[in-house]
């Protein structure tokens, strides 16, 4: 996050000189934020809410990014992911979420209709990627509250892994990316690149140094022999030159700044000048014992070389699995007591959607539902819910959603049941993108049907195949069916991820599993997912090729007779209930796969295969 103003003021500082020829660490997170923001500054005036980079055009202005400091003779040692946050962050981390579901909020209520249409050439300036993209530019407010590119980090983490230059370099690491990011540095020397001023009071030892993404910069623009330049702010030398050492240092400064909410001047004075004994006083412990790279996994633990195949949320509630203990009841109060603010959680992207509408992640829940059952595998105690945080509401105690883990026999009927449907897709449907869309029709239709509502996805197929496209904008039923969509592949990524991790570390999994797991081999990277701008098209073609009779078929239940969506915009606020109470699995178990279909004959012979 950083502190305010903090980093301005030591900058100052710092020392312009060169990074050629020197080795540096990268803070993942924060270059891929960067660049995403520049790439959002290139977007035309007419855009709407809608209007993001395409993954794969943020992911090559990131590889790009750094091929241009390779280009320029600096050394790239490690690119550091977080790949699990510790309970003392989730306070701060659950207030964010509540600011951005806040933001969404507020963009329904001010765009009733939608957003207007993505210009085709919306991004066409970004052709190769330059260190420009991360140089200092004035902030917009308005591009600050629009909604970020909900799957941002894991689809740039995905395509640099897949890099040969840069796959081997990239570490998703049991904790947060800036902390290993300063131990790296402190242990091996070199310069730090990030964003985050946090870093400024990091101990980066004696050979090490931070520089803000922004300060990198080549000495010649027009040449490469000349190399890259860099402001580098070492800790030592801030500490000498304001001559603060024996006072605490920088990190005794922001801990004034940060307490008495003043400026780095007036922090830099009581820390001078102030008589109490700080420095000892169990605020500033606990402020310092904040700057300590705590260890959650041990080093010799085998699920440490597989978190960087992992996308960061799903590996985080891997760690959590793992570092999960028993509940244990106190005998004095009777209440239950658990390690973190919260039992097993997951924090889902925030995803586009009309939050007049049931969260976009809903229909998706029972596969979620079979991803937390098999993570159980690694939880030295089970447990029988997993906390889900989509999104949040002043209004609610901001606690999340309880969603119920199912048991290891109702799982391995829900491997068998999705293992079907992705057969039967298969057998009816040409293409793998049809397929997977398919399957979120079906799970549209599945989940639509026990809740006895109207079906989105059919409504918006009859839409789509009924009537002329529109040319001035997305609907925030189109808008919202997108992020079901996406919602149902990362559901499956997850999955499958989960499945790759346990499998990987031995366990023994019944063939319903293995044999789901197998299917989900196929799943296309974030970079394939289909977004707003192509959904239309694909739910005409879908319609073309009878998709809503198959998907009917293989669910077991009648064709459903096509709807018109409504042209209220505050409909679907009426139609809303609840969203807050533990999501069971009750609901679905009326669905059926179709009588004609056998899934332990299928299982049978995927097993023989």
């Keep these: 996050m950083g502190i305010r103003g903090f980093g301005q003021a030591v900058q100052r500082y710092g020392v312009f000189s060169s990074l050629s020829g020197e080795e540096t660490v990268v803070d993942g997170p924060a270059l891929i934020h960067r660049i995403s923001e520049a790439c959002m500054r290139q977007r035309p005036s007419e855009s709407g809410f809608v209007c993001h980079p395409p993954y794969s055009l943020l992911s090559r202005m990131v590889i790009g990014w750094l091929d241009e400091l390779r280009n320029h003779n600096v050394i790239v040692r490690k690119i550091y992911f977080d790949g699990y946050l510790p309970p003392s962050k989730w306070d701060v981390r659950r207030e964010r979420l509540l600011t951005q579901s806040l933001n969404m909020k507020a963009l329904v209520s001010s765009e009733l209709f939608g957003s207007p249409k993505t210009p085709e050439n919306a991004f066409s300036d970004l052709v190769k990627a330059d260190m420009n993209l991360t140089r200092r530019a004035s902030r917009s407010s308005s591009i600050d509250k629009l909604p970020k590119p909900p799957f941002m980090v894991p689809a740039v983490l995905e395509a640099l892994k897949a890099s040969d230059d840069w796959g081997e370099l990239v570490l ?52 490469q022999e000349l190399g890259m330049m860099a402001c580098k702010i070492s800790l030592n030398d801030v500490n000498c030159q304001l001559g603060i050492t024996h006072f605490g240092g920088l990190p005794r400064v922001a801990f004034e700044k940060q307490k008495g909410n003043m400026g780095f001047n007036m922090a830099l004075q009581n820390a001078r000048d102030s008589r109490e004994d ?84 809903t229909a998706s829940t029972n596969v979620r539902q079979i991803a937390y059952s098999i993570l159980q595998h690694l939880m030295p105690h089970k447990t029988s819910t997993v906390i889900e945080y989509r999104t949040l509401d002043p209004s609610t105690t901001l606690t999340g959603r309880q969603v119920e883990i199912p048991s290891s026999g109702e799982t391995e009927n829900d491997c068998v049941k999705l ?7 298969a057998e009816n449907l040409p293409s793998p993108d ?17 809740e006895q509502r109207s079906s989105l996805a059919n409504a918006l197929v009859y839409q789509a195949t009924s009537q002329s496209k529109d040319a001035e904008g997305y609907s925030w039923d189109l808008i919202h069916f997108t992020a079901q969509f996406q919602a149902c592949l990362y559901s499956l990524r997850m999955g499958k991820q989960i499945l790759d991790v346990v499998r990987s570390l031995g366990h023994g999994l019944p063939a319903p599993m293995r044999i789901l797991h197998d299917h989900l081999a196929s ?16 739910l005409s073609n879908f319609g073309t090729l009878e998709g809503l009779t198959i998907v009917t078929g293989v669910l077991g239940i009648p064709n459903i007779k096509p709807t018109e969506l409504s042209t209220d915009p505050g409909e679907s606020k009426k139609r809303r209930r609840g969203d807050h109470d ?15 279909v056998n899934p332990y004959a299928i299982l049978s012979q995927a097993t023989q295969d």
């Design 278 to 361: 700080t420095l000892n006083s169990l605020e500033y412990r606990t402020f310092v014992e904040e700057l300590i790279l705590k260890e959650y996994i041990p080093s010799d633990h085998p699920i440490l070389s597989m978190l960087s195949g992992l996308d960061p949320r799903i590996s985080e509630i891997v760690v959590q699995a793992l570092l999960l203990e028993r509940r244990t009841i106190s005998p004095e109060s009777g209440t239950t007591t658990i390690r973190g603010p919260e039992t097993l959680s997951m924090f889902l992207p925030i995803v586009v959607e009309n939050r007049n509408r049931k969260s976009a992640w």
């Design 523 to 538: 799943l296309p990277p974030i970079q394939k997912w289909p977004t707003v701008e192509h959904i239309h098209d694909m």
């Design 434 to 450: 049809m397929q997977w869309l398919a399957f979120a029709v079906y799970q549209d239709l599945e989940w639509s049907t026990s």
């Design 172 to 223: 998703v690491v049991p904790g947060e990316a800036d902390m290993f990011c300063a131990r790296d540095v402190r242990e091996n020397g070199g310069t730090l690149l990030t964003t985050d001023s946090d870093l400024l009071i990091q101990d980066l030892g004696p050979h090490g140094s931070v520089s803000f993404l922004w300060d990198v910069v080549p000495a010649d623009p027009t040449s």
């Design 582 to 596: 533990l999501l069971s699995r009750k609901g679905r178990k009326g669905s059926k796969i179709s009588p004609s």
């Design 419 to 425: 293992t079907t449907a992705f057969v039967k897709l």
